[in-house]
C-alpha cells in the first residue's frame, strides 16, 4: 500500500475545489478528479490484487487500477468525509449501481465490486466547507423549534405531542434521568456529567428551548446557572508530586526556603506538592538548600516501614534525603 497522508490529501484537494452547498455526483466528481490530473495509487504493485484467478484476474492492468484508485475515492468519501459531518450522502443498494467493472475479468457474477458502489450523490456541507479552507468561518444553524417538551417546575422533562424522534431522546439521556416512559427530570448530577464530558449548558439551554412551546420555568433557569457556575469554580491544573518529608521541621524548612518555596505547596504536616511542570526546578532549588529527592533506595528505618490501615499497606514513594542518608 503506498502513504495514506499523501492519497487522503489528494481527495481533499479534490473536494476542495468542489462548490459547497450543491449535490454534485460521484462520476461527476471522478471525472473532476481525472482533470485535474490527480494522480495517486493505492497499492504499489497491484498485480498481486486480482479477482478469482491471479493470471486473468489481476488488477494491475491500467482499467484495473483505475477502479481500483476510484473505489478508493468513494470509500474516503463515506468512511471519512461522511463520517466526520464534512458531507451530505445519497446512497442507494450497491448491487447494480455501477458497471464500469464488467470488463474485468472474472466480474460476470460479481452484482457488485465495493460497498461503496451504492454511493451516487454528495454535497460539501457549512463545516465541510469551513474545514476545507473555502470559508473563512464556520456557524452551526440554530436548533429547529418544534413543540414536543413540556418544561415544568419541578425539573421534570414531558414529551407531548408528535412522537419524540430517537436523537432527541438520546440527548435528554445524556444529562437528563428518566422517570418513566416520555419522562424525564433533571438533576444536578447528571448535568454535571454531561458538562465534564463536554457538552455546555449554554447547548442544553438552546436545546431545552427550542424543543418546548413555552419559556423555561425559573427553577430549570437556576438550576442550569448554578450548573453553569459550578462548572467552572474548579479547574483542573495537571499532575503533580506528592513528597513526603522525615518530619515537619524539614516539611516547613522546604516549604519556606526562597529557593523552592516557589515550586511546591504545603500538604499537611509532612508533605508537600509539586507540579509537574515545576519538578525540575524544585528539585534543582532543593539540591541548593542541601537535599535531594530519593527514591526508593536510600530510606531510613522510619521511613521505610510500612504503616498499616486496615488490611492495605502504605509505603511512600518518594523522600527526602541529605549527605547520601535519609532525614
Request: proline residues 4%; glycine residues 8%.
Amino acid at each position: 500500500m503506498t502513504a495514506m497522508v499523501s492519497r487522503r490529501d489528494v481527495v481533499a484537494n479534490g473536494l476542495a475545489a468542489c462548490p459547497a452547498g450543491v449535490w454534485i455526483t460521484t462520476a461527476e466528481f471522478l471525472r473532476f478528479m481525472r482533470a485535474l490530473g490527480s494522480d495517486f495509487s493505492v497499492s504499489r504493485n497491484a498485480w498481486g490484487l486480482y479477482i478469482g484467478e491471479l493470471r486473468y484476474g489481476s488488477l494491475g492492468h491500467e482499467e484495473g487500477q483505475r477502479i481500483l484508485d476510484e473505489r478508493y475515492v468513494l470509500c474516503v468519501l463515506l468512511e471519512y468525509a461522511a463520517t466526520a459531518g464534512l458531507i451530505d450522502v445519497a446512497l442507494i443498494p450497491p448491487a447494480g449501481a455501477r458497471a464500469d467493472y464488467h470488463d474485468l475479468w472474472g466480474t460476470d457474477e460479481l452484482s457488485y465490486f465495493s460497498r461503496y458502489d451504492g454511493l451516487i450523490y454528495f454535497r460539501i456541507n457549512a463545516f465541510g466547507s469551513f474545514c476545507l479552507g473555502s470559508a473563512p468561518a464556520y456557524a452551526p444553524a440554530p436548533a429547529a423549534r418544534k413543540a414536543v417538551l413540556r418544561v415544568l417546575p419541578n425539573l421534570e422533562i414531558a414529551a407531548v405531542g408528535e412522537e419524540l424522534e430517537q436523537a432527541d431522546r438520546l440527548a435528554l439521556d445524556g444529562y437528563a434521568s428518566r422517570v418513566s416512559e416520555g419522562v424525564w427530570r433533571l438533576q444536578p448530577a447528571g448535568l454535571l456529567a454531561a458538562t465534564e464530558e463536554g457538552q455546555s449548558v449554554d447547548e442544553i439551554r438552546a436545546f431545552l428551548t427550542a424543543r418546548s412551546a413555552d419559556e423555561l420555568p425559573n427553577t430549570v433557569e437556576r438550576l442550569l446557572c448554578d450548573i453553569a457556575e459550578r462548572g467552572v469554580r474548579i479547574q483542573d491544573r495537571g499532575l503533580a508530586r506528592l513528597v513526603e518529608c522525615a518530619d515537619p521541621v524539614l516539611a516547613a524548612l522546604i516549604a519556606n526556603d526562597t529557593r523552592t518555596r516557589k515550586h511546591c505547596l504545603r500538604a499537611g504536616e509532612r508533605h508537600l506538592v509539586v507540579p509537574a511542570s515545576s519538578e525540575p526546578a524544585f528539585r534543582r532549588a532543593l539540591r541548593e538548600v542541601g537535599y535531594v529527592l530519593a527514591t526508593g533506595v536510600h530510606r531510613s528505618p522510619a521511613i521505610h516501614r510500612r504503616r498499616k490501615f486496615g488490611d492495605v499497606s502504605v509505603q511512600p514513594s518518594d523522600c527526602l534525603s541529605r549527605n547520601g542518608s535519609t532525614q
